[in-house]
T-cell receptor
């Protein structure tokens, strides 16, 4: 049973460019969240998707947007990249039918903005 | 808003030493509490959790007790191994519609020497 998978693993972008990161949740999971983890820091919640809609959002600007597809996979888009967007982006999934279900994380996508 | 504070690291121990990593939290409601571990080059893994006051979460020799009166969830292990070297994150999640949004501490780096 595959866990949470993310792509790409690493990427380098230039300031001002746009990036799309992808996530496939663990089998049977319908809720996907995205986190940003800067070097040496704990992950920060960006947003959560359920039934193809954004359900919750953290304190991130509108440059950060997302999408969830009917198969529950998700994309994170970041526009007008800044140097400060360089971080590890983590995707997490859970079965949204019960509040007690465990949250599983992928290995992340390392984004470097130069 | 919600917040989690962990003891500052890094923590360096010899094998078989006793480990304590302190964690305190601030929350508006009655959160669930978690410890996640991040091994080098890997994603976050749930180590243990507790969902109500006085609950003790345990896994792989690690334990933490949910102390509502002191708003704490300290991680302990009686005898650490070299393989326990990793970054440890304390986290909380509020209930209801906010479940699935994790608020993390800044992480504590643990290094265990033979």
């Amino acid at each position: 049973d595959a866990g949470v998978t993310q792509s790409p693993t690493h990427l380098i972008k230039t300031r001002g460019q746009q990036v799309t990161l992808r996530c496939s949740p663990k089998s049977g999971h319908d809720t996907v969240s995205w986190y940003q983890q800067a070097l040496g820091q704990g992950p920060q919640f960006i947003f959560q998707y359920y039934e193809e809609e954004e359900r919750q959002r953290g304190n991130f600007p509108d440059r950060f947007s997302g999408h969830q597809f009917p198969n529950y996979s998700s994309e994170l888009n970041v526009n007008a990249l800044l140097l400060g967007d360089s971080a590890l982006y983590l995707c997490a999934s859970r079965d949204g039918t019960s509040s007690g279900n465990t949250i599983y994380f992928g290995e992340g996508s390392w984004l470097t903005v130069v | 808003g919600d917040s989690v504070t962990q003891m500052e690291g890094p923590v360096t121990l010899s094998e078989e030493a006793f480990l304590t990593i302190n964690c305190t939290y601030t929350a508006t409601g009655y959160p669930s509490l978690f410890w996640y571990v991040q091994y080098p080059g890997e994603g976050l893994q749930l180590l243990l959790k507790a969902t109500k006051a006085d609950d003790k979460g345990s896994n792989k020799g690690f334990e933490a007790t949910y102390r509502k009166e002191t708003t704490s969830f300290h991680l302990e292990k009686g005898s650490v191994q070299v393989s326990d070297s990793a970054v440890y994150f304390c986290a909380l999640s509020e209930g209801g519609t906010s479940y699935g949004k994790l608020t993390f501490g800044q992480g504590t780096i643990l290094t265990v020497h033979p």
